[in-house]
């Protein structure tokens, strides 16, 4: 699915608070367009800073970050629908934060729920829907936007595991009809190698290795259960168990 070009780039980044608490330090990433990475760590490593960062909602304190992508769309663990508002109301909203036509924002909103199957959930108000539901007003909402580059900040984190693991089959979908960069994080080292094409390990507020994941897509259901799939869970483990065990030695120190 990786285009040619940077669709992200991290470029010797860091973020220091004046407290002195040290958020990132000299990350360098680049996540190219039509590739998706997807970042795993321990709380507290500095995955959701990595992401603020990519949105602009945060500035370095050193180093640089680059977007080529015009479009964004970001994602959250939290869905954060206006509950008096129908779904279709809710997938509108950025639209209407753009200022875009009334016909052109209702026609996007259709399409976008069409694509994540709640046409008929279209009149319906967020109180009735299941946490999956939800989470899927929450990704037309994005999609209604045609994004370049989608963020995803631990979106299916709060779902059961089967619920999980059917919206983590239609992101892929949607990511490889769409063709977008995602930048992924999660704590899930299976549904980071069953999305991404490059995952990422952070510990400490830096990046302590990656693992390419070259399975072909579309990646159907049962990929889950392939040898290659399971070794490259291994890879990504151990070097999340790597990075536990030199802190801990650390600290004995």
Known sequence: MTDHGP???FEQVGMHYPTGTTALDDVTLHVGAGEFVAVVGPSGCGKSTLLRLAAGLLTPTSGT????AARLGFVFQDPTLLP???????VELAGELRREPAAQRRERAEQALARVGLTGAADQLPRTLSGGMRMRVSLARTLAGQPELMLFDEPFGSLDEITRERLGEELQSLFVADGFAGLLVT???????????RVVVMADRRIVGEVAVPLPYP?????????DFTALTANVTELLRGSSAERTAAVAR
């Open 84 to 90: 008096w508002r129908s779904v279709r109301r809710n």
């Open 187 to 197: 704590h899930s080292v299976a549904e980071a190698v069953y999305l991404a094409e």
């Open 7 to 9: 669709a992200l780039s």
């Open 65 to 68: 970050v680059a977007r080529s």
């Open 219 to 227: 990646r159907e259901p049962q990929v889950r259960f392939w040898p």
